[in-house]
């Protein structure tokens, strides 16, 4: 079988961190065999349910799912499905307990899911303050920010499997008595390199920024209030810091656990490293996504949506997202008992400002958000019937008849939709990422190992085609330098309104597109709003009420220039 469409970039990216080696590094598998291993691995799960079942028949079907590009797994199934590790899952929450035993436990686990490529979430809101006594010794508590720096320091320690260096989130509540502290932990950018860290905002503190008045501080041990600060100076604080590098994000943990499908088993304190996936301590979840632009069919005139391919797409990743959990190889025991109870599984998308562009609409409309409610309305029914469908055959989660969703039909999945960064698989699939817009027409991207790769967006080079500028070398320097066709006026004007880059659309636009997106998703959306360099605090506040207002699950922003060290910049065509 043909692996379609697979562009260079593409294949580099699979040699080096995907294809197996042998123990001198050569590379031991072909491209081909490396999606055979998976699609072999996950299929044989089939039999665990069916003895009847024809494995490879299904096989061949994943296989054809992954290779025509239309579907990806997240980064650890692809790696590690079928070998020794078996680790599949990107997304784990740990807890953190407030007792050396416990906080160094945590330590341990997560450089564990380090080393099988997972990233890992942390509450850090139940360690005592700092000044705090302790009994044992008769001295004070640290507080939570010094102990981050000793999981940061082990993250360093670890790199995962060779293949990618651990990450991590660490949130603290914003009612915690140590907050001032978190808010300024990653002022100085050399600082908790391993963490993004967000602010975990209540309902009550939103509700005293707009009442203007002071909240309270709570003593995670007793429980009580051990003080109080201004909730406007504290979110200015946090606008403050995020504007001058992009940190802290925030997430609104009452939405959180208002969307947690079996508050029987406790709250939800935390998401992973990227925001996306909120989870319960020692829950993990595997995430897929569906490339967008593989679900355009041609008309005579352009592209639509060719709702029958993503409706037999969704259903064929549901099942290969199910049969993920069986064929885990979890790192801790309670992790594989916490995940097999509820079966979390996090369907989402990618390539959707490339789609925009084929379909001609341009990012930042009306046409647009009311597209993002069609297409991801549609995944997540489309996949909630998968999963329901799954559980006539197959039972429904454990937990199901103690969840918010027992009145409804059965499910085999607590959750179905997340929408992840796809930072790597959509380069595997050669699509934009997530539900990000283009970054830029062209640029350079970082690799971790600080190898650069010069890319200019393909469907962009289709366009000057047709337009008779592909050649035209001293405009395709330019677009490469600003990143933006927007002030280019070789292009015509209704070229340059669809091809719009991340700085072209305001912020407004982003969260928009952000809220259409979860709106429709179990889970959360993994989404950066980038600001241009000139954009002020107040533009940054505005962003997040915003956000707060439309429905977002938390916001992450970045305003350019920011910080030194970017993956993606914009620069030059060599
Ligand atoms: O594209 P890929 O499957 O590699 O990952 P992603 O969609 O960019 O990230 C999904 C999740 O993988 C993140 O939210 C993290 O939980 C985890 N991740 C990680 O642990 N380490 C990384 N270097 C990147 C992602």
């Known amino acids: 079988m043909a692996i379609s469409d697979i562009s260079e970039n593409a294949l580099k990216v699979l040699e080096k961190r995907y294809q197996g080696k042998d123990e001198d590094g050569n590379v031991v598998e072909s ?30 079907e994943f296989f054809e799912l992954m290779t025509s590009l239309r579907f990806m797994p997240n980064s650890p199934t692809l790696m590690n499905a079928g070998r020794t590790l078996g680790q599949l899952s990107a997304c784990f929450v740990l807890p953190v307990g407030d007792s050396m035993e416990e906080i160094f436990d945590s330590v341990k686990n ?6 099988s490529g997972g990233g890992t979430g942390f509450s850090f809101s139940r360690l005592r303050q700092s000044g705090a006594s302790v009994k044992s010794t008769g001295g004070v508590a640290s507080g939570p920010v010094s102990f981050m720096k ?10 995962q499997g060779g293949t990618r260096r651990g990450a991590n989130m660490g949130i603290l509540r914003v009612d915690h008595p140590d907050i001032l502290e978190f808010i300024d932990c990653k002022a100085n950018n050399s600082d908790i390199t391993n963490f993004n860290i967000s602010i975990g905002i209540t309902e009550k503190f939103m509700q005293a920024v707009e009442e203007q008045t002071d909240y309270d501080l709570i003593d995670p041990k007793s429980g009580t209030a051990v003080g109080h600060l201004s909730a406007v100076k504290v979110f200015e604080l946090i606008v403050d810091h995020a504007w001058k590098n992009g940190e802290p994000g925030i997430i609104f943990l009452d939405r959180l656990n208002r969307d ?36 355009l069919r041609r008309t005579l005139t352009g592209y639509e949506f060719d709702f ?13 997202l199910d049969n993920v959990i069986e064929a885990n190889n979890y790192p801790l025991d309670i992790i594989a008992e916490t995940t097999r109870a509820t079966r979390k599984i996090g369907l989402g998308v990618m390539g959707w400002a490339d789609a925009l562009l084929m379909l001609e609409i341009p990012y930042n409309s009306e046409e647009a958000i009311r597209l993002a409610d069609k297409v991801m309305g549609f995944i997540n029914n489309t996949g909630h019937a998968a ?20 009145e409804g039909p059965a499910m085999r999945n607590a959750t179905v939709t997340t929408i992840a960064p796809t930072g790597t698989i959509s380069m595997i699939a050669g699509c934009s990422s997530g539900v990000e817009p283009v970054f830029a027409y062209a640029f350079v991207r970082n690799i971790m190992d600080g190898t650069e790769m010069v890319e200019v967006n393909p469907i962009l080079m289709h366009k000057l085609e047709t337009l008779g500028l592909d050649k035209d070398r001293a405009l395709l320097k330019r677009i490469a330098r600003e990143g933006t066709i927007a002030h280019i006026e070789e292009i015509p004007q209704e070229v340059r309104d669809v091809f719009v880059c991340a700085h072209d659309i305001r912020p407004v636009d982003h969260i928009r597109m952000q809220a259409a997106f979860q709106n429709h998703t179990d889970n959360a ?17 505005e962003a997040y009420l915003l956000a707060y207002e439309e429905g977002c699950k938390g916001v992450t922003i970045y305003r350019d220039g920011s910080r030194e060290e970017q993956v993606l910049n914009i620069g030059e065509v060599n």
């Open 308 to 320: 029958r391919l993503l409706e037999q797409t969704v259903n064929e990743a549901v099942h290969f």
């Open 110 to 115: 997560a450089a564990l899911i380090h080393k």
């Open 260 to 295: 947690n499908v079996v508050p029987s088993q406790g709250e939800i304190e935390s998401t992973n490293p990227c925001g996306e996936q909120p989870l319960l301590p020692y829950e993990s979840c595997n995430l897929g996504s569906v490339n967008l632009t593989k679900m």
């Open 31 to 60: 491209v081909e065999q490396m999606f055979r291993r998976v699609s072999d691995t996950i299929a044989r799960v089939d039999a665990n349910f069916d003895n009847t079942a024809d494995t490879g028949k299904v096989s061949d």
């Open 150 to 159: 000793v999981f940061n320091a082990a993250t360093e320690a670890v790199k």
């Open 525 to 541: 959306v993994s989404k950066t709003v980038n600001f241009p360099k000139e954009a002020t605090r107040g533009d940054v506040r």
């Open 387 to 406: 999963s329901a469908r799954l559980a006539e055959k197959r039972g429904s989660f454990p937990l199901f008849s103690v969840s918010t969703l027992r």
